[in-house]
């Protein structure tokens, strides 16, 4: 069975402070997907990226970085000088891949690390 | 693109009624899911759809649930007998067509909240 672990429920930081939410994974499937979600307040989840298991490479968008290490199954988001508007519910999530190593949408999701960014 | 529309958003309900949340997803998706969620908690998996097709259920979907695409377009879930346990955030998405399909980006609604008393 596939599970994903965020072990910060919450975390507080002051506006241009780096964080890092932290994502651990188990899966018995050699090919899987990696995904991060936001939840602002208002509900709708947004996808922020995807991974798949084949490729290790960090990635880096504007202020938002992401550390794959697959020996440590980890995922981990840095958001780098963080915003008031980064304040929302972040969900690391895991999703098997068919054969021919696409993936779908049945996506396991993490419980979530509350990001409060005070100004 | 308009949206991943959920309606109602807030549903207050008395245990043993019925209750039928609509999704309209975005209009070319072909791929759509329902998820739920609780209080504190991610989403949970609870079925998908291509097209008309509902291709998976989870063990989540009991009896009293029915999910239903009747032309490919709008979703309806269903939920007979409500019980308290049922309260959650209920969540659809949708997903394109085609190789983009198989990045499992998946585009949202707000949710409809359902409560039993």
């Known amino acids: 069975a596939q599970k994903v672990t965020q072990a910060q429920t919450e975390i507080s930081v002051v506006e241009k402070e780096d964080v890092t939410l932290d994502c651990v994974y188990e899966?018995?499937?050699?090919?899987?997907?990696l995904f991060w979600y936001k939840q602002p307040p208002s509900g709708e989840l947004v996808f922020l990226i995807r991974?798949?298991?084949?490729?290790?490479q960090n990635e880096i968008s504007g202020r938002y970085s992401w550390n794959f290490q697959k020996s440590t199954s980890s995922f981990n988001f840095t958001i780098t000088a963080s915003q008031v508007v980064d304040s929302a519910v972040y969900f690391c999530?895991?999703?098997?891949?068919?054969?021919?190593?696409?993936?779908?949408?049945?996506?396991?999701f993490g419980q979530g690390t509350i990001l409060t960014v005070h100004p | 693109d308009t949206g991943v529309s959920q309606n109602p958003r807030h549903k207050i309900t008395k245990r043993g009624q019925n209750v039928t949340f609509r999704c309209d997803p975005i209009?070319?998706?072909?791929?759509l899911y329902w998820y739920r969620q609780t209080l504190g908690q991610g989403p949970e998996f609870l079925t998908y759809?291509?097209?008309?097709?509902?291709?998976?259920k989870s063990r989540l979907l009991s009896d009293r649930f029915s999910a239903e695409r009747p032309k490919g377009s709008f979703s309806t879930l269903e939920i007979q007998r409500t019980e308290q346990g049922d309260s959650a955030m209920y969540l659809c998405?949708?997903?394109?067509?085609?190789?983009?399909?198989?990045?499992?980006?998946?585009?949202f609604g707000e949710g409809s909240r359902l409560t039993v008393l």
């Open positions: 998405a949708s997903s394109r067509p085609g190789l983009a399909a198989n990045t499992g980006e998946l585009f």
């Open positions: 899966t018995r499937d050699t090919t899987y997907y």
């Open positions: 991974r798949n298991s084949f490729d290790e």
């Open positions: 999530a895991l999703s098997e891949a068919w054969a021919g190593g696409t993936s779908y949408g049945k996506l396991t």
């Open positions: 209009s070319e998706h072909n791929r």
């Open positions: 759809f291509q097209n008309e097709a509902q291709l998976e």
